[in-house]
């Protein structure tokens, strides 16, 4: 097969990768023997040997040189930093991705921040590869509250300050766990089944079966320690040759691992929600009280909704993840598996079933989460309403008090004018002026401005407030309606009139 088919062929997200990191924002190398940057690529492995068949750690590799220096490994799973350019580990990363020909596409996912990716594909060697990206949203808890434990550094920058914000925000949290896995298989041909030896078998005939030069690496990049764990336990429970007979049982750990690690996070934001919910169900029988919701209600409502939102997403991509995985267990294994393959693929469609659970929960979570805000808006709402009838009510007062008192003022402000006097000596009769009428000359026409100017801008207010007129212009002044007086009487009139048209239809009909 043509060289461009190589799966390591594309170099350029290799040297994407390289560039990513310039050298001077590079630690200074402690080894220029091995040229890996600063303290080296910390590299964590577990293996097995067709010699011993039992597992080991290996936790001492400070750098990919010592790796290559152990003795070669039938089975071998190896963690290392995260698949990303950090300044600690680019070269390291970069080093071992070219001396483990580890796909192009798959560090090509790393620089472009991929959130989900499956692939199972065969060199042209015949080595096979299977990798996939695998993002799951991670929260800390602090009490009963989310809180986002790394703090960006102070700035002048804009962006950093606002992100700074960001992340002080109620239930607030931006900590992703983001690994990625190979699993590269080599096996020579006709050999893809092997009998599987037991730990209290010791023939020759057994040991003779095990292909010596086949080889199994799972890599695993910026993967949890817990998944550490899991392994630790698998060392002590398998053997060389169940592993390298059905190689995806390691990617059934990986799957197994991280489901729960997203599944406890979903329970970790469940809880702190169920606090909430409790505390506005409470408010929710006194309704008046609703101004005792936390400043930050809403605020923290909103980032709990978008780590739901994140987790669904999470888990989508991770069934999709595992419904290729079976797949191609399926193509690769046939319809006559071994039993511990077939064990692996009953192990792979149960793992299904609880990524669905999980996803059911977290579309729950999400419909609770999102009757809860209806429900604090509503509480809002009716504290709001009340607020409101207590100020009406004042308002009523005032006006009561005016109406009662407006009788006297205008009687005491007509008799107060210079047109009425009250004589001085007895029998104190009021003496009306002759020019009494100009009182009624000037006071009524005001009175009719006065009237006139508030109906028009009635008209207009109503106008564009009820029957949508369009509005004014950028930098129109609106004189306080008389420039769309015409407009505004024209459009009432139509109104009016289709409304008496339908009126008189709808009788017409009621008649007949």
Known sequence: MAAFRSLTADHKPLNDFKLAVPKAHRPKSVDAKNDVAGSG????IFEWSQSSQDGTENSNIRSLSDLEALDPATVRVIFAPRDIPAPETVEGLARLFERFKIPSAFVAESMQNISQSFAAQKDID?????WFHFLCKTVSIQGSRIVHQQKVAQGDNDDEQARINAQNQSQADFDWL????VLKVRKPQGTLRLPSRTRTSSSDATMSAATAESSVELFCFGAPESLGDRFRKLKNVAICDDLVQDPYVLLEVVLEEMYKVLDQT???ISHVFGEIEIKTLELATTPGKANQLPRDHFTGLHNLAKHITYLRENCD???ATLSGLRHHHTAVIGDHPEPAQEFTRQALEYRKTLFQSTQRRLASLDKRMANIIQLS???VTVGDSRIMQSENQSMKTIAVMTLIFMPLSTVAGIFG????KLDEDAPWHIRVSQDFWLLWVIAVPLTVIVVVIWRVWYYDARGRLVDELPPRGKGERGWLGWKTMV???RKYNVVRTDYEKAYDAGATVAST
């Open 41 to 44: 690529l910390p590299i964590h």
């Open 417 to 420: 004018t210079q047109f009425m």
């Open 377 to 379: 808006f509503h509480l």
């Open 126 to 130: 015949g080595t096979l590869y299977v």
């Open 178 to 181: 983001k690994p990625g896995f």
């Open 317 to 319: 991509s991770a069934l």
């Open 266 to 268: 979903g329970w970790a």
């Open 487 to 489: 407009g505004t009487r």
